[in-house]
């Protein structure tokens, strides 16, 4: 088995792009619109969703585009990614305006960041392979 998608709801496409392209360095891949009928037979909500693909080699993160009534996240819901260059990542969130949590744990530190649409991600450095 293996992930092919996760999906997240910002409130704008601006939004989006501030982490998902400027902190992450994703590329926008495909833009949709799920129509009115398939949202509310899916989801449950009564509206059309615009909606777009950001990608690397080996991620894919689908953005359902929700204007300003976006669902906010709250409680444990969050994605870990893996990186190579941890404190660079730091730096663009720090230049973004990201919202950065470092908590001291054992001998290191856990990392978690929310982007500007309330998505929380722990941020891990990849280990290094010998």
């Given at each position: 088995?293996r992930?092919r998608?996760v999906?997240l709801?910002?409130g ?6 501030r ?13 949709k619109?799920?129509?009115r009928?398939?949202?509310?037979a899916i989801?449950?909500?009564?509206r059309e ?7 690397n080699?080996s991620?894919?993160i ?8 976006a ?17 660079s990542?730091?730096?663009r ?5 990201i ?7 054992g001998e ?10 309330g998505n929380?991600f722990e941020?891990?450095?990849?280990a290094s392979?010998?």
């Open positions: 088995m992930l998608h999906a709801v910002y704008s496409e601006l939004s989006a792009d982490f998902l392209v400027d902190v992450l360095g994703l590329a926008k891949s495909q833009r619109t799920l129509s009928e398939l949202a509310r989801f449950d909500v009564d969703l615009g909606m777009i693909n950001y990608t080699e991620l894919q689908e953005v359902f585009v929700d204007g300003p009534q669902a906010k996240p709250v409680g444990i819901e969050h994605i870990c990614f893996e990186v190579d260059g941890l404190a990542l730091l730096e969130c720090a230049r973004a305006g919202e950065v949590r470092r908590i001291p744990r290191g530190w856990v990392t978690f960041v929310r982007d500007a649409g929380l941020i891990k450095e990849r392979r010998p």
